[in-house]
């Protein structure tokens, strides 16, 4: 079976850090466009970073310079490390795979994780 399970969400201090995790199974990381998207109460999903085939990382703006995503092909994970966090990052973080190059948004991925919920406080 297809899995996509995140972990490493929490509550945390604005400033602070968290490192989340998505552990996949029954494909290859390698050969999908990883994503991370998150989505916070009333608002649409927004799509905060992507890691293409190539290795190549991709960022949204209120993000970018703050978050890094990396994945790992041999554990067949994606992370997102997230520093310097703010309150406006409190989501639920969404991992999700396309098969191939990186295109489209939420809903145009093959597979999508549960989610994980960061909560950053004051």
């Known amino acids: 079976d297809v899995k996509l399970e995140e972990s490493g969400g929490g509550l945390v201090q604005a400033g602070g850090s968290l490192r989340l995790s998505c552990a996949a199974s029954g494909f290859t990381v390698s050969g999908y466009c990883m994503s991370w998207y998150r989505q916070a109460p009333g608002k649409e999903h927004e799509l905060v970073s992507r890691?293409?085939?190539?290795?190549?990382?991709t960022y949204s703006r209120s993000v970018k310079g703050r978050f890094t995503v990396s994945k790992d092909n041999s554990n067949n994970t994606l992370y997102l490390q997230m520093d310097s966090l703010e309150p406006e990052d409190t989501a639920v973080y969404y991992c999700?795979?396309?098969?191939?190059?990186?295109?489209?948004?939420?809903?145009?991925?093959?597979?999508r994780g549960q989610g994980t919920q960061v909560t950053v406080s004051l």
């Open positions: 890691i293409t085939i190539h290795g190549i990382d």
């Open positions: 999700a795979a396309k098969y191939g190059y990186c295109s489209g948004s939420w809903g145009a991925d093959s597979y």
